[in-house]
């Protein structure tokens, strides 16, 4: 059946292609993304939460990606390929060669999408994503191009300075440019060029995990609560520069309590090594990877969710509605531009502070403790505004956008 009455508003979409799509077929998507959950992270979580929740709502949905791990779940240079079903998503993970300044190598691409990808009525990239982008452009593929733009190349100069060239020539191509916030396109000189491409589709999870925990989640809150000294502080995130975990650490220094800090990646040691050096490190505990029943355990145990992100790489933060669906405020940092503050409000779901002030950071956590009613204020409304980063409503619109532009691309005949 179709998914969604057509809206009458059409979008310029490029290339064009002259064939119909029978409306009462399934709509054929094809997801590329640079990884896959359980490979963590944020564009991760999103790409996962999206395909699964269209596929439940009768699309045939396929995700290309690369393999980073072996059988084993160890992340490793060189991997083979593998195809798996991830409830009624088909995963492609395509074997990796290796790695070039983080630039993944593999050739499996034109295999799958090549052969297969005719049989698609729309490909979504998630970017930045080079090296995707890069086999997207070589495969010239006439299938609707829709990018969601996580965010801007912020710290890696050089890569920024080799790799625009290339984005800039997909996204020119691109039938529709998704973005997660207002406030992070008002601040992207990157899209400026592509407003009238651009649309806003904001992220969202299974809601239902958060405010029904399961037995383990619940148990899992109950053993922290038990094992950790009071009041706990809770911190979500691969281990990198733009987090901003420093400024957390640093923090504790004049909050009471345990600050946990779910991730891992290349700042592990020099963390470790911070929280020795601020003489917190007997209240700081690491926890590289945690179950999704755990990890929202912690959540219901923590007073707060400590998100000091200072960089616009964190375009968007969605942790933070994992957090505020689970009755957890966030105390934010004030990056300009950056949709993180358009999530959590401050003053409404939780604070906002400046970014890189351990000292800011460390009044609105204090003040939580002090004005315990103001949290619980915090958790009635954080709950609240997270009904509007439901998955389901997120799938619904995406399918309404890919079919605007489908019905587009009939209007108009290919040129010869």
């Known amino acids: 059946m179709s998914y969604l009455q057509t809206s009458d508003r059409l979008v310029s979409a490029h290339p064009r292609r002259a064939t119909p799509r029978d409306p009462n077929a399934p709509l054929r998507i094809c997801h590329l993304s640079k990884y896959y959950p359980p490979q963590p992270g944020g564009i991760e979580t999103h790409v996962r939460a999206l395909a699964t929740s269209q596929a439940e709502l009768g699309a045939t949905v396929d995700v290309i990606c690369v393999n980073g791990c072996d059988e084993e779940g160890r992340e490793v240079k060189r ?12 995963v492609i993970r395509l074997g990796r060669m290796g790695t070039v300044a983080r630039f993944d190598v593999f050739t499996a691409f034109s295999e799958y999408f090549g052969a297969k990808g005719l049989s698609y009525d729309i490909a979504h990239l998630h970017a930045p994503n080079p090296a995707m982008a890069l086999h997207w452009t070589l495969a010239n593929s006439t299938i609707p191009l829709v990018v969601t ?14 790799v625009s060239p290339l984005l800039h020539h997909l996204y020119r191509r691109a039938a529709k440019i998704l973005i997660a916030s207002p406030t992070y396109l008002a601040g992207s000189d990157f ?4 407003r009238a491409q651009a649309e806003v589709l904001p992220f969202g999870i299974d809601l239902s995990l958060y405010r029904q925990p399961s037995p383990a989640a619940i148990a899992y809150e109950k053993r922290l609560r038990f094992n950790y000294p009071g009041p706990i502080w809770l911190c979500v995130g691969r281990l990198v520069y733009y987090k901003a ?4 650490i640093s923090a504790l220094r004049t909050v009471p309590g345990t600050l946990i800090i779910v991730g891992k990646g290349e700042l592990a040691d020099s963390l470790r090594q911070h929280a020795i050096d601020m003489g917190v490190s007997d209240r700081v ?10 990890l929202i355990g912690a959540y219901r145990a923590a007073t707060a969710l400590w998100f000091p992100s200072n960089a616009r790489s964190e375009a968007f933060g969605l942790v933070q509605v994992e957090a505020m669906a689970s009755g957890c405020p ?3 940092a004030a990056i300009p531009n950056s949709g993180v503050t358009w999530v959590s409000r401050n003053g409404i779901e939780g604070f906002t502070v400046p970014i890189d002030d351990p000292w800011a950071l460390s009044d609105a956590a204090n003040r939580l403790l002090r004005e315990p009613h103001l949290r619980g204020k915090f958790a009635i409304a954080s709950q609240a505004r997270a009904t509007q980063f439901d998955q389901t409503l997120m799938a619904q619109e995406s399918l309404r956008i890919y079919e605007q532009i489908i019905y587009q691309n009939t209007l108009q005949p290919v040129l010869v």
């Open 79 to 90: 991997t083979a390929t593998v195809e798996e079903l991830d409830r009624n998503v088909r």
């Open 149 to 162: 733009h996580h965010s801007d190349i912020v710290k890696q100069r050089v890569l920024k300075h080799v």
């Open 191 to 194: 899209l400026r060029p592509y």
């Open 245 to 248: 975990l420093h400024i957390a």
């Open 285 to 294: 505990v690491f926890k590289w990877q945690v179950s999704q029943d755990e």
């Open 330 to 332: 966030v105390i934010n």
